[in-house]
Nanobody, 125 residues
Framework: VQLQASGGGLVQAGGSLRLSCTAS????????LGWFRQAPGKEREFVAA??????????DSVKGRFTISTISKDNARDTVYLAMNNLRPEDTAVYYC?????????????????WGQGTLVTVSS
């Protein structure tokens, strides 16, 4: 499985960005596709995820500001978007797209099987 993330950039506080993640090569039916982020000197943390059945989940720190889409499937590729609004300087991090087999919700990076390369989001104050 290959995951390709894009959409990061530099934005002022209060601004918006939309990240996208496209996954290819999946051969099983049930899975979760989501986002983690890692700021300098901090551990990787869960941001949001959506299941193959359309169930979404968001970390408390981003609820009301970030919205993950349901999965769009096209020609054996899965795409998910993360709309980020009202960005804050503390949202600055490298954002990683990740996929896990099975639909069971997990907030732990170690439970995700495949990772993209990350896209940097920088929010200036």
């Amino acid at each position: 499985v290959q995951l390709q993330a894009s959409g990061g950039g530099l934005v002022q506080a209060g601004g918006s960005l939309r990240l996208s993640c496209t996954a290819s090569g999946r051969t099983w039916g049930d899975y979760r596709l989501g986002w983690f982020r890692q700021a300098p000197g901090k551990e990787r943390e869960f941001v949001a995820a959506t299941s193959s059945g359309g169930v979404t989940d968001h970390a408390d720190s981003v609820k009301g500001r970030f919205t993950i889409s349901t999965i769009s499937k096209d020609n054996a590729r899965d795409t998910v978007y993360l709309a980020m609004n009202n960005l804050r300087p503390e949202d600055t991090a490298v954002y990683y797209c990740a996929m896990k087999k099975g639909v069971r919700l997990s907030y732990y990076a170690r439970h995700y099987d495949y990772w993209g390369q990350g896209t940097l989001v920088t929010v200036s104050s």
